[in-house]
């Protein structure tokens, strides 16, 4: 007499056969079904579509792009993150450290953009005598516009801070720069952020410069914790002349904050991971 257990043993057996043949039975539909082969195939090109399309996308500047760029300049000013618990004034924010490159010389700046949104820049200056000419005429007026807003907006105390610092120590925390030499600003928005992204980004200034003769170029970089060490701008190509500690974050960051002058020599190490 077969037992209960083996009983059902079997029986799941050739339940398991049967469901085999089906399994195999609806595969071999799908195959001679060409609205399944068409179906399946779209799939697999809408998917690829969608990588390529998010993709980085390193393209030149053009005025639409203007707004953005500042968007993310006020998005990026306090290491990274939004300006806004230190300084509230986002327009002159952006104004002083974007106004000359997108109004005055768009020509060397280029931006990424991902998914069809700008989500980082890379901002240039290859005439120093012009921006020093236009930071002569137009610093007055932005100086203006912030003391005004001091006394008259008025302006929380946390951005009543930045300004005095900006007054009192902001030159002073400055490192000293070449003269006559080009020099670029580079933010990206933290989703944007990566190796592959960054070094398409500068690459494409660096190699605007080469393209007009430029043989230097410089930026000022700010560094922190365990960010962007010294050993991080020689394995790129660059040199370290100076730094000098930051303290504006002082109240709102635990680490100290420094900003490097670092300048590449364009004949030796044309790209940024050139050797």
Same mark, same amino acid.
């Given at each position: 007499m077969v037992s209960l257990k083996t009983l059902l043993k079997q029986v799941f057996k050739i339940a398991g056969k049967v469901f085999k043949i089906i399994r195999m039975k609806r595969l071999q539909h799908n195959m001679d /079904?060409?609205?399944?082969?068409?179906?399946?195939?779209?799939? *697999? +090109?809408?998917?690829?579509? +969608?990588? *390529?399309?998010k993709e980085p996308i390193i393209r030149k500047f053009c005025p639409q792009d203007r707004e953005a760029v500042r968007?993310?300049?006020? /998005?990026?000013?306090?290491? %990274?993150?939004?300006?806004d618990p230190i300084f509230e004034d986002r327009e002159l924010f952006a104004d002083f450290l974007t106004r000359y490159y997108t109004d005055m010389e768009p020509e060397s700046a280029f931006v990424c953009e991902i998914d069809g949104e700008v989500v980082g820049y890379i901002i240039g200056c290859c #005439?120093?005598?012009?921006?020093?000419w236009y930071d002569l005429w137009v610093s007055p007026y932005l100086l203006f516009k912030v003391m005004f807003r001091y006394f008259f907006k008025p302006y929380k105390p946390s951005t009543k801070k930045y300004i005095h610092w900006l007054l009192f120590f902001g030159r002073k925390q400055t490192p000293p720069a070449?003269?006559?030499c080009p020099h670029f600003h580079i933010n990206l928005?933290?989703?944007?952020?990566?190796?592959?992204?960054?070094?398409k980004l500068i690459d494409s200034f660096l190699s605007y410069l080469?393209?007009? %003769?430029y043989s230097q170029v410089?930026?000022?970089?700010?560094?922190? %914790?365990?960010?962007? #060490?010294p050993a991080l701008f020689h394995r790129f190509g660059f040199q370290v002349l100076n730094s000098i500690e930051v303290t504006k974050y002082k109240e709102y960051y635990h680490s100290k904050v420094f900003l490097y002058t670092v300048i590449k020599d364009l004949k030796k190490t044309p790209l940024l991971y050139s050797k």
């Open positions: /079904d060409p609205s399944s082969l068409i179906n399946l195939t779209a799939n *697999k +090109e809408i998917n690829l579509e +969608e990588k *390529k399309y968007k993310i300049c006020a /998005d990026t000013g306090f290491l %990274g993150k939004p300006i #005439k120093p005598k012009v921006k020093f070449p003269k006559n928005l933290p989703k944007a952020k990566s190796p592959t992204t960054t070094r080469l393209s007009r %003769g410089y930026g000022q970089i700010v560094v922190f %914790g365990e960010r962007r #060490k």
